[in-house]
Nanobody, 123 residues
């Protein structure tokens, strides 16, 4: 079972940018995704990326502000967040799925999760 470790969270002003990272050994065998969970809300899908990085999928609500990428040689997947708004405040989680094929958006599809990293956007 792969272990995931997120980093890069913190406090950012509205309109600013932040990049969070997720490190995991053997990451190249996994489809990866980012989710987030705000207080009192369900965990929501943000983005997914295929094992080789050639395919990505995003939640429509992001409106192009976030970009998922990966560097398999570094066992790392990233989420670049731009034009951030206070509503982006949440705990951000990376997740992995040992599979190829269609990029999954459902939380239940992912088998491994990190502990999360807090992102706070001030107004």
């Amino acid at each position: 079972q792969v272990q995931l470790l997120e980093s890069g969270g913190g406090l950012v002003q509205a309109g600013g940018s932040l990049r969070v990272s997720c490190v995991a050994s053997g990451l190249q065998f996994y489809q990866m995704a980012w989710f987030r969970q705000a207080p009192g809300k369900e965990r929501e899908f943000l983005a997914a990326i295929s094992r080789g990085g050639e395919r990505t999928a995003y939640a429509d609500s992001l409106k192009g502000r976030f970009t998922i990428s990966r560097e398999n040689a570094k066992n790392t997947v990233y989420l670049q967040m731009n034009s951030m708004i206070p509503e982006d405040t949440a705990v951000y989680y990376c997740a992995s799925l040992f599979a190829s094929g269609v990029l999954q958006r459902a939380r239940a599809a992912y088998t491994n999760w990190g502990q999360g990293t807090q992102v706070t956007v001030s107004s």
